[in-house]
């Protein structure tokens, strides 16, 4: 059921969702590789793109993939989606299909460490390089735009600074010269913002976080028009990056109840975000919510609630810091982000860990550095456990 006039919750339950032939009242799961045909004719039709239809599954051409897809792309209000096998294959698919060799990419702000990773070691060999950009020399933006400049990357907000990057104002200079702007949406997730009405052409996520939001499956998503969508599409199906239809499954039961997982666990990171920042053994906290925070008001602009993610710099060595984060007892000790279950992890030990420490020093990412993800637990109860903790 698909109505553009719906609001966001509506649109949760009901987008990309039909009556399947026996009843059923969504999409199911077909599990299937492959889809048959009564004559060469009715395959052709779809092979030819004369009629929609279903193919074969790495294709993407399968009921419950393109279920999935609708959905997120009403969500994020965009023209169409396409499905991948993680956040990062949706990356790789963004930059190998809008690049060729000898093409320049701009990333701005901190990123994601595989994101960094991708750009700063592997898309060299393919002749792509990339100018990194710290979010606050966006004034200096126009200056490193080359006559080959691509795209332009970014988060916001940034991991794990949680820095607010102006979307708007970046796509303006962007769209002056041209170049295409892609935003990772993955921390703010379309709960909180929506980059394509704020101008971006692209976004980008990782389904693995809230989308999934239970921590068990891995998946990724890009978000654009349809002229963007089927310029990436070849790249989806000859790379073999697509979601499994058991993933785009869960994913679609998973975002039915995505607005309001996101808005609880927002409320809750808020609430710890004010009782860390009176804490006497912390140095810093970073949550675009607090009026303090530097971000504040470009989050005000742009998200509508502030996210459920927050880090801060605990007053204390590398060692000192962990021996703290060991004595959690609700906050489970992971890598990720965006699921039930709060998260924490000290950036330097896991997303930052393969980055140079004069790196992370210029980026402001500390040995004292903590990153939270809530999660959907009672927030007295994750405040009492942080307390004992940082006693
Ligand atoms: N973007 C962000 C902001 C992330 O945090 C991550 C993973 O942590 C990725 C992209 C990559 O996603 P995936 O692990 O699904 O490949």
Same mark, same amino acid.
Request: aromatic share 8%; hydrophobic share 40%; with cysteine.
């Given at each position: $059921?698909?109505?553009?006039?719906?609001?966001?919750?509506?649109?949760?339950?009901?987008?990309?969702?039909?009556?399947?032939?026996?009843?059923?009242?969504?999409?199911? /799961?077909?599990?299937?590789?492959?889809?048959?045909? %009564?004559?060469?004719?009715?395959?052709?039709?779809?092979?030819?793109?004369?009629?929609?239809?279903?193919?074969?599954?790495?294709?993407?051409?399968?009921?419950?993939?393109?279920? =999935?897809?609708?959905?997120?792309?009403?969500?994020?209000?965009?023209?169409?989606?396409?499905?991948?096998?993680?956040? $990062?294959?949706?990356?790789?698919?963004?930059?190998?299909?809008?690049? %060729?060799?000898?093409?320049?990419?701009?990333?701005?702000?901190?990123?994601?460490?595989?994101?960094? !990773?991708?750009?700063?070691?592997?898309? +060299?060999? *393919?002749?792509?390089?990339?100018? &990194? /950009?710290?979010?606050?020399?966006?004034?200096? /933006?126009?200056?490193?735009?080359?006559?080959?400049?691509?795209?332009?990357?970014? !988060? #916001?907000?940034?991991?794990?600074?949680?820095? =607010?990057?102006?979307?708007?104002?970046?796509? #303006?200079?962007?769209?002056?010269?041209?170049?295409?702007?892609?935003?990772?949406?993955?921390?703010?997730?379309?709960?909180?913002?929506?980059?394509?009405?704020?101008?971006?052409?692209? =976004?980008?996520?990782?389904?693995? %976080?809230?989308?999934?939001?239970?921590?068990?499956?891995?998946?990724? &998503?890009?978000?654009?028009?349809?002229?963007?969508?089927?310029?990436?599409?070849?790249?989806?199906?000859?790379?073999?990056?697509?979601?499994?239809?058991?993933?785009?499954?869960?994913?679609? @039961?998973?975002?039915?109840?995505?607005?309001?997982?996101?808005?609880?666990?927002?409320?809750?990171?808020?609430?710890? *975000?004010?009782?860390?920042?009176?804490?006497?053994?912390?140095?810093?906290?970073?949550? +675009?919510?607090?009026?303090?925070?530097?971000?504040?008001?470009?989050?005000?602009?742009?998200?509508?609630?502030?996210?459920? $993610?927050?880090?801060?710099?605990?007053?204390?060595?590398?060692? %000192?810091?962990?021996?703290? =984060?060991?004595?959690l007892k609700i906050f489970t000790i992971a890598a990720s982000l965006g699921g039930v279950e709060s998260l924490v992890t000290q950036p330097i030990t896991t997303t930052h860990f393969s980055m140079l +420490?004069?790196?992370?020093? @210029?980026?402001?990412?500390?040995?004292?550095?903590? @990153?939270?993800?809530?999660?959907?637990?009672d927030a007295d109860d994750l405040i009492e456990d942080l307390e004992q903790a940082m006693k």
């Amino acid at each position: $059921m698909e109505n553009k006039k719906h609001k966001f919750a509506t649109k949760c339950v009901h987008a990309g969702e039909e009556l399947d032939l026996q009843g059923g009242i969504h999409i199911p /799961l077909y599990n299937h590789s492959t889809f048959g045909f %009564k004559t060469t004719r009715d395959l052709l039709d779809v092979v030819e793109g004369k009629k929609e239809g279903n193919l074969y599954t790495r294709y993407g051409l399968n009921p419950t993939i393109k279920a =999935v897809e609708k959905k997120i792309a009403a969500l994020e209000e965009g023209e169409a989606a396409l499905a991948f096998s993680s956040g $990062m294959a949706a990356e790789a698919a963004l930059f190998l299909s809008q690049c %060729k060799q000898g093409d320049h990419i701009i990333c701005i702000g901190d990123v994601y460490g595989g994101t960094y !990773e991708l750009l700063e070691s592997n898309l +060299p060999s *393919a002749g792509i390089t990339t100018s &990194f /950009l710290l979010g606050n020399e966006i004034n200096n /933006l126009s200056n490193i735009i080359k006559p080959n400049t691509k795209i332009i990357f970014f !988060e #916001t907000p940034t991991n794990p600074n949680l820095e =607010v990057l102006d979307i708007q104002k970046i796509t #303006t200079i962007a769209k002056s010269k041209n170049i295409l702007t892609a935003v990772d949406n993955t921390f703010a997730s379309p709960v909180n913002q929506n980059p394509l009405l704020l101008s971006a052409d692209i =976004v980008i996520h990782s389904a693995t %976080k809230y989308l999934g939001g239970h921590s068990d499956l891995t998946g990724g &998503f890009i978000i654009a028009s349809k002229d963007i969508i089927e310029s990436i599409w070849p790249w989806r199906k000859n790379l073999g990056q697509i979601m499994s239809p058991e993933t785009a499954f869960l994913l679609a @039961r998973s975002l039915r109840t995505l607005h309001i997982r996101v808005k609880t666990q927002c409320e809750t990171a808020l609430k710890i *975000a004010e009782f860390l920042s009176s804490h006497e053994n912390v140095l810093k906290v970073n949550y +675009p919510g607090l009026v303090e925070f530097e971000g504040h008001q470009t989050a005000k602009k742009q998200m509508k609630y502030f996210g459920a $993610m927050l880090s801060f710099i605990y007053n204390g060595s590398a060692k %000192k810091t962990a021996d703290m =984060v060991d004595k959690l007892k609700i906050f489970t000790i992971a890598a990720s982000l965006g699921g039930v279950e709060s998260l924490v992890t000290q950036p330097i030990t896991t997303t930052h860990f393969s980055m140079l +420490p004069e790196e992370r020093e @210029r980026r402001g990412i500390k040995d004292g550095m903590v @990153r939270i993800s809530c999660g959907l637990e009672d927030a007295d109860d994750l405040i009492e456990d942080l307390e004992q903790a940082m006693k």
